[in-house]
């Protein structure tokens, strides 16, 4: 079984100072973590994965994440909000297989305020 | 060029109806998934189906049923179609199974479905 946690539904920053989204997960097996980012009316992307190599992983648009295991967390973070980051944001485990395989957590709105 | 395409991108109906929405990749990917997201932006998965199997999650009610004509196309069709149905539908690719790889799954623009 495998299940995410995002901690906070929403989050507003100024534009220019960092940004933190924060992911805790639980999966019985090793797990794959990515980020996705959704803007308004659009589809999902890929912002960034974590697949066992490096703990921390480089995306795109500036975003980065650290895998720790001790924590069991996997935090979105950004130095400098840009207003073209607002959007909703998920993270997702994959782990096992099935219909299981990817679980996404519930999101974070991120607002960015000018 | 559009990695994963869907059809319509708004689809409003009644209750009763039987509806598709059809969904396209052109990555040359071998799995294909549908997700719903609900009115509070939960995302939850339906169906995975590769050339080898489907497997659906067991809380998708059977009015609901995809169907894949080749490798590169899965529709989704909907019987009967009820008020809580209304969602936003989205397509996804992956080269190989998620949960059995690391694969990043592509996801179309999404189909926002309303049963009035």
């Known amino acids: 079984a495998q299940s995410v946690t995002q901690l906070d539904s929403h989050v507003s920053v100024s534009e220019g100072t960092p940004v933190l989204l924060r992911c805790n997960y639980s999966?019985?097996?090793?797990?794959?973590l990515f980020w996705y980012v959704q803007h308004p009316n659009k589809g999902l992307q890929l912002l960034l994965k974590?697949?066992?190599?490096?703990?921390l992983v480089k995306g795109i648009n500036g975003f980065e994440a650290e895998f720790k295991k001790s924590e069991t967390s996997f935090h979105l973070t950004k130095p400098s909000a840009h207003m073209s980051d607002a959007a909703e944001y998920f993270c997702?485990?994959?782990?096992?297989?099935?219909?299981?395989?990817?679980?996404f957590g519930k999101g974070t709105h991120l607002i960015i305020q000018p | 060029d559009t990695a994963v395409s869907q059809t319509p991108k708004y689809l409003v109906t009644q209750m009763g109806n039987d509806k598709s929405i059809k969904c396209e990749q052109n990555?040359?990917?071998?799995?294909m998934y549908w997700y719903k997201q609900d009115s509070k932006k939960f995302l939850k998965i339906m169906f995975s189906y590769n050339n080898k199997e489907l497997i659906i999650n067991e809380t998708v009610p059977n009015r609901f049923s995809p169907k894949s004509p080749d490798k590169a196309h899965l529709n989704l069709h909907i019987n009967s179609l009820e008020l809580g149905d209304s969602a936003v539908y989205f397509c996804a690719s992956s080269q190989r199974l998620a949960g059995t790889s690391t694969d990043t799954q592509y996801f179309g623009p999404g189909t926002r479905l309303t049963v009035l």
């Open positions: 974590y697949t066992s190599a490096a703990t």
């Open positions: 997702v485990v994959s782990s096992g297989g099935g219909a299981d395989g990817l679980t």
């Open positions: 999966s019985s097996y090793s797990p794959s």
């Open positions: 990555l040359g990917h071998d799995t």
